[in-house]
């Protein structure tokens, strides 16, 4: 074996993985950033996810401002309102390298970066591409997920997207498939619906599954209203013909249906990025499926390294995987601070727009809790009617005896920013709805919405 070169602190992935050099370098330690991808640094979020896509949604809210300004007094002759799709997929793109190339230039100066792909070859060792080896007192592994493509007959040889190459295209498509219907597939099916694009989509089970019941009906049914749904119904073959594609579409009942388009979207899930780490070596364990096993602590099954990030297959969030870095790093460093999903919000950015945080209604029956639940709408409020009373609802379980708030889910305009307040108060030693309930709320404002909610909960 060659000479190994050894730091204090070695993180494997440029995404997330910042998180745990960022604090690792703060505090004053030598760290190794092993990362395959140098012009993507910042990983996923950065590259092919969140900040992208969300930049994609707010040209197609621009779009929808513009369609319903008749609703408000505003004359504008929309005929003359045109999509310029290429602008919008250069604004992105450009945005992209710009981040990137900012983390980039945080990484080469605060930390020693590899740029290859790596595995591990012994206890604590990760070997690159070009045969340079690296170690370190406490390791990190961060290596994301990937989308996962089914083994569907006829889908390899066709072409399709995930969201790894959506974000390329220059030309909209006239009409698109969308395989999956969980909030990617949703998202970006909204996406190119609202821009006049075609959207079917076709989902095993019902769009976004694991919302709450109500939640998840009232946002099917507004989603239906751009997008054609095939739910309960599997992709059985992929074929092609000239530029066309032909997808053969089996339901749950046994029925067939075909429909065709003249692109695919694959949103079907992730897998872990562990596949090529050979992780075997370090006694790191991966479930069956090949997420990373952690404990409470983020510790994998050796003792000094750690993993978190989609690579562990919880909560597959940026913000939650911020979290886990920071908590990961601490606990490498001598805290012994357990990771908490308990306060862990999340957002849809589809139309309407879904913020959520804690148990859903379902989860609180699994549970035997007993559980108030209480609902307001959003054109109730002022400011509901002021913005032109749009379908939608904030939604709160609240444990019955002790006020403890259980859940909470909004359905509606601002949805992602509102439910943070109740992030707020989850997170607090009580927990309790009178956190909320009992302080004062600017009127006429949507947080208004979240306060009416609460005081219906006495
Ligand atoms: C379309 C889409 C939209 C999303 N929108 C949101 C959103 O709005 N809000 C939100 O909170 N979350 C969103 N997410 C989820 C979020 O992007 C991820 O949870 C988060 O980025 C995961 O970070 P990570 O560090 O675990 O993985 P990544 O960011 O994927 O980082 C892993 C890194 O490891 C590198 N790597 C992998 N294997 C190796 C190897 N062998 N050697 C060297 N390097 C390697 C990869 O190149 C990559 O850079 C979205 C995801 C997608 C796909």
């Known amino acids: 074996m060659g000479e190994v070169r050894r730091f204090d602190v070695v993180v494997l992935g440029g995404g997330s993985g910042l998180t745990a050099a960022y604090h690792a370098t703060n505090a004053g330690k030598s760290v190794a950033l092993v990362e ?14 969140c900040i992208p896509t969300k930049g994609l949604i707010r040209s197609a809210e621009v779009l929808r401002t513009i369609r319903d300004a008749a ?28 981040s990137a190339a900012s983390v980039k230039s945080w990484v080469d100066e605060a930390m020693t970066p590899f740029y290859a792909r790596a595995r591990f070859v012994s206890e604590k060792v990760l070997e690159l591409e070009d045969g340079t080896r690296v170690t370190g007192d406490k390791l990190f592994v961060a290596t994301g997920a990937r989308p996962a493509v089914p083994d569907i007959p006829g889908l390899r040889q066709a072409p399709y997207w995930t969201n790894e190459t959506v974000l390329e295209l220059s030309e909209q498509p006239e009409s698109l498939a ?23 989509m076709v989902d ?26 095939f739910r309960d119904a599997d992709v059985t073959e992929v074929g092609q013909t000239g530029s066309e594609l032909s997808l053969a579409v089996k339901r749950a009942d046994g029925s067939a249906d075909a429909l065709t388009a003249d692109a695919l979207l694959v949103a079907t899930g992730r897998e872990p990025n562990t596949d090529e780490l050979d992780l075997g070596r370090t006694g790191v364990e991966t479930d069956e499926h090949g997420w990373v096993r952690v404990d409470a602590r983020l510790r994998t099954a050796h003792p000094d390294i750690y993993a978190y990030g989609d690579v562990i297959g919880q909560a597959m969030f940026k913000h939650t995987s911020s979290y886990e870095g920071e908590l990961a790093y601490n606990n490498s460093q001598g805290a012994a601070l357990e990771v908490s999903y308990w306060a862990n919000p999340h957002a849809i950015f589809s139309n309407p727009q879904i913020g959520s945080v804690g148990l859903t209604e379902r989860e609180c029956r699994q549970r035997n809790l007993a559980y108030t639940c209480c609902k307001k709408q959003y054109e109730e409020l002022a400011k509901g009617k002021i913005i ?20 909470f889910h909004i359905v509606g305009p601002d949805a992602a920013e509102l439910v943070h307040e109740v992030v707020v108060a989850m997170s607090a030693a009580s927990g309790t709805a009178d956190l909320i309930r009992n302080a004062v709320h600017i009127h006429p404002t949507l947080s208004e919405l979240v306060h009416q909610v609460f005081a219906t909960a006495e």
Do not use: W
């Open 204 to 229: 095993r089970h019902q769009c976004l599954l694991r919302e709450d019941d109500d939640v998840r009906a009232l946002f099917t049914r507004e989603f239906a209203k751009h997008v054609e749904l």
């Open 178 to 200: 969308v395989l999956g219907g969980g909030y990617i597939g949703c998202e970006l099916g909204q996406f190119f619906a609202t821009l006049g694009t075609r959207v079917t």
């Open 36 to 49: 395959a991808q140098p012009n993507a640094l910042g990983g996923t979020c950065v590259n092919r996810g």
């Open 388 to 407: 032109g009373s749009p379908p939608g609802f904030a939604k709160l379980l609240v444990e019955r005896g002790t006020d403890r708030i259980l859940g």
């Open 71 to 98: 609703k408000f007094g505003i004359d504008l002759d929309q005929s003359s309102v045109r999509v310029d799709f290429g602008a919008i997929m250069n604004t992105i793109r450009r945005r992209r390298a710009d």
